[in-house]
């Protein structure tokens, strides 16, 4: 079974210019959330989807948004790159939202020079 | 609010010695606690979890945490060390959010290192 798969893997871009990060669930998965990884911040959440929804969403600016489609892939997009964007960023499934845990994907490291 | 304080930021065993990670988390509901691991360049590998089932919970690899209400702590152990062991632990909280799994709020992380 294919796990969580997230595109790219690795990424550089310039201050101001925008991202999208792609993040194919495990089948039969349909919540997806997003995470964002940094040394000085650590392990933060962003955004959940659940049936193309955003259920859930955590303290970031409006720069980051999301969306997921029918067959549950996600993407999430950054607009106007910081240089405090620079982080790995974590893509993580669920069959639904209730207690099975998440399934984490290898991230895509991000760089803004 | 939840939150999860991981104790030490860096724990140092011996190859075949007791591993210890402390966990303390704070919670007004019930809460559903998590341990992930993390090797380096890879994403968080989810090594057991607490749902209000047994408080003493065994996972992969051999790691096993006891979750202890009066203590607010769910401190991951495992017996004897391996090498492989060396990683980052990461301990997470999560609550329900409009009566499903709500996100996961997480510790600062462990980094355990295993001397031969």
């Known amino acids: 079974k294919a796990g969580v798969t997230q595109t790219p893997r690795y990424l550089i871009k310039t201050r101001g210019q925008q991202v999208t990060l792609s993040c194919s669930p495990i089948?039969?998965?349909?919540?997806v959330s997003w995470y964002q990884q940094t040394p000085g911040q650590g392990l933060q959440f962003l955004f959940e989807?659940?049936?193309?929804?955003?259920?859930n969403k955590g303290n970031f600016p409006g720069r980051f948004s999301g969306r997921q489609f029918s067959n549950s892939r996600s993407e999430m997009n950054v607009s106007t790159l910081e240089l405090g964007d620079s982080a790995l960023y974590l893509c993580?499934?669920?069959?639904?939202?209730?207690?099975?845990?998440?399934?984490f994907g290898s991230g895509t490291r991000l760089t803004v020079v | 609010a939840q939150s999860v304080t991981q104790l030490g930021s860096h724990v140092s065993v011996s190859e075949g010695a007791l591993v210890l990670l402390r966990c303390n988390y704070s919670?007004?509901?019930?809460?559903?606690l998590f341990w992930y691991v993390q090797y380096p360049n890879q994403g968080l590998q989810l090594l057991l979890k607490?749902?209000?089932?047994?408080?003493l919970v065994k996972g992969i690899n051999g790691f096993e945490a006891e979750f202890k209400k009066s203590e607010t702590s769910f401190h991951l152990t495992k017996p004897s060390a391996h090498m492989s062991d060396a990683a980052e632990y990461f301990c997470?909280?999560?609550?329900?959010?409009?009566?499903?799994?709500?996100?996961?709020?997480f510790g600062k992380g462990t980094k355990l290192s295993v001397k031969p």
């Open positions: 993580a499934s669920s069959p639904e939202p209730t207690v099975y845990g998440y399934t």
């Open positions: 607490y749902t209000s089932a047994a408080t």
């Open positions: 919670s007004s509901v019930p809460p559903y």
């Open positions: 989807y659940f049936s193309e929804t955003q259920r």
């Open positions: 089948s039969g998965h349909r919540s």
């Open positions: 997470a909280v999560s609550v329900l959010h409009g009566g499903s799994q709500g996100n996961l709020i």
